[in-house]
């Protein structure tokens, strides 16, 4: 069998590779590293080093063209910015970008058998989100004049962490990726895909670490700004530390500890132990990580159920509603399924009293 991977982050490429090694080990296996994301460059050349893939492209995303070219390509199934001639049997995606849609419409028109598959990327797999949208006039052009076209494709397996939280099945093929702990063999490629060979990060320890969100650029109808000015007045014995989204200034709560790192959450998680850590944010899947892929049990204060009651009170826009239902019903999901200590508080008061009693909470062992 002969396997595309496409990749356009640093967490789809743990995924792929914890993928390849759990199920593919002994075939064809191609990645495609699209090079949009801080790093891919770097990434590309440590991958080319190793014979975990059987090749490995660097996908240079500014060259896909105009919005006109990129159209036309998507119905006449043409791919020219890589020069490869492998006809695959699967192609496994973990979203539905550019390059991911056109690679399939090549192959399926040269192999009518070509499968796809979706690898787990975050929660979206868990909250009922599609992974090939049809929302668009142009999605469903390309649909309706290309036959091989993707949107046409419905997807075989799903490579999920926890196939027990999926509230909606596709089909029943969904099978469960191994956690990435110390004694899954695949993690010694992924430290080098990654130059983390011999990382080893000082221990975090009795922090609450506040996962910074975006909410206002994005045009939510969630004031991060406020939220961060009330965490700051909480009298605590756990010092609280910002972890920046990659979009925010670092200067946007202005004086702030911030977690001092490049890494991404899951290869920070990979290369830092935590110890009396309380995860707080208001939507981020990264509070789910740790667990899900690590299977590293940390508390977390979830504030969706809060937001989700003060902006339906405030008569906010629906996205945001429909954003924060979605986490609240995962939230209670994760917790009852696999018995998570997840803390959502429904009013700031609440959290307020959560975060003054760090200390005494953790050894009531409600934080443990």
Same mark, same amino acid.
């Given at each position: 069998?002969?396997?595309?991977?496409?990749?356009?982050?640093?967490?789809?490429?743990?995924?792929?590779?914890?993928?390849?090694?759990?199920?593919?080990?002994?075939?064809?296996?191609?990645?495609?590293?699209?090079?949009?994301?801080?790093?891919?460059?770097?990434?590309?050349?440590?991958?080319?080093?190793?014979?975990?893939?059987?090749?490995?492209?660097?996908?240079?995303?500014?060259?896909?063209?105009?919005?006109?070219?990129?159209?036309?390509?998507?119905?006449?199934?043409?791919?020219?910015?890589?020069?490869?001639?492998?006809?695959?049997?699967?192609?496994?995606?973990?979203?539905?970008?550019?390059?991911? %849609?056109?690679? *399939? +419409?090549? !192959?399926?028109?040269?192999?009518? $058998? @070509?499968?796809?598959?979706?690898?787990?990327?975050?929660?979206?797999?868990?909250?009922?989100?599609?992974?090939?949208?049809?929302?668009?006039?142009?999605?469903?052009?390309?649909?309706?004049?290309?036959?091989?076209?993707?949107?046409?494709?419905?997807?075989?397996?799903?490579?999920?962490?926890?196939?027990?939280?999926?509230?909606?099945?596709?089909?029943?093929?969904?099978?469960?990726?191994?956690?990435?702990?110390?004694?899954?063999?695949?993690?010694?490629?992924?430290?080098?895909?990654?130059?983390?060979?011999?990382?080893?990060?000082?221990?975090?320890?009795?922090?609450?670490?506040?996962?910074?969100?975006?909410?206002?650029?994005?045009?939510?109808?969630?004031?991060?700004?406020?939220?961060?000015?009330?965490?700051?007045?909480?009298?605590?014995?756990?010092?609280?530390?910002?972890?920046?989204?990659?979009?925010?200034? %670092?200067?946007? *709560? +202005?004086? !702030?500890?911030?977690?001092?790192? $490049? @890494?991404?959450?899951?290869?920070?998680?990979?290369?830092?132990?935590?110890?009396?850590?309380?995860?707080?944010?208001?939507?981020?899947?990264?509070?789910?990580?740790?667990?899900?892929?690590?299977?590293?049990?940390?508390?977390?204060?979830?504030?969706?159920?809060?937001?989700?009651?003060?902006?339906?009170?405030?008569?906010?826009?629906?996205?945001?509603?429909?954003?924060?239902?979605?986490?609240?019903?995962?939230?209670?999901?994760?917790?009852?399924?696999?018995?998570?200590?997840?803390?959502?508080?429904?009013?700031?008061?609440?959290?307020?009293?959560?975060?003054?009693?760090?200390?005494?909470?953790?050894?009531?062992?409600?934080?443990?």
């Amino acid at each position: 069998m002969k396997n595309a991977f496409i990749a356009w982050t640093p967490l789809h490429i743990i995924n792929i590779m914890n993928t390849v090694q759990a199920f593919y080990e002994d075939q064809w296996n191609d990645l495609y590293v699209y090079d949009e994301f801080a790093g891919a460059h770097d990434i590309y050349k440590n991958l080319k080093k190793q014979t975990f893939f059987k090749h490995v492209y660097l996908v240079p995303y500014k060259e896909t063209g105009n919005t006109l070219e990129k159209g036309l390509s998507m119905i006449i199934n043409r791919q020219n910015m890589i020069n490869h001639e492998t006809v695959y049997d699967n192609i496994f995606i973990q979203g539905g970008n550019y390059f991911s %849609k056109i690679l *399939y +419409g090549e !192959v399926k028109k040269k192999n009518p $058998s @070509l499968r796809l598959h979706y690898i787990e990327d975050g929660i979206g797999a868990y909250i009922d989100s599609s992974v090939i949208l049809l929302d668009t006039l142009p999605k469903k052009a390309v649909k309706m004049l290309n036959r091989y076209s993707m949107y046409h494709a419905e997807v075989e397996n799903y490579y999920v962490y926890e196939p027990n939280l999926i509230k909606t099945k596709n089909n029943e093929n969904y099978l469960q990726l191994p956690k990435l702990t110390a004694d899954n063999p695949v993690l010694p490629a992924v430290r080098r895909a990654f130059a983390l060979e011999n990382e080893e990060g000082a221990a975090l320890k009795k922090q609450i670490l506040y996962f910074d969100q975006p909410f206002l650029a994005d045009g939510a109808s969630i004031n991060e700004m406020e939220l961060v000015e009330v965490l700051r007045s909480v009298d605590s014995d756990m010092e609280m530390v910002v972890k920046f989204h990659p979009r925010s200034p %670092k200067d946007k *709560y +202005g004086a !702030v500890h911030a977690l001092e790192t $490049s @890494l991404p959450w899951e290869l920070f998680l990979l290369t830092h132990e935590m110890e009396d850590v309380v995860l707080l944010s208001v939507t981020t899947t990264s509070s789910f990580t740790p667990y899900l892929m690590f299977d590293r049990k940390m508390p977390v204060i979830m504030l969706a159920d809060y937001y989700l009651k003060k902006v339906k009170k405030e008569q906010g826009n629906q996205p945001t509603i429909t954003m924060l239902e979605n986490v609240v019903n995962f939230s209670h999901a994760f917790k009852e399924q696999t018995g998570a200590e997840i803390h959502m508080p429904e009013s700031l008061d609440e959290l307020q009293t959560l975060l003054k009693v760090g200390e005494k909470v953790r050894k009531n062992h409600v934080f443990n």
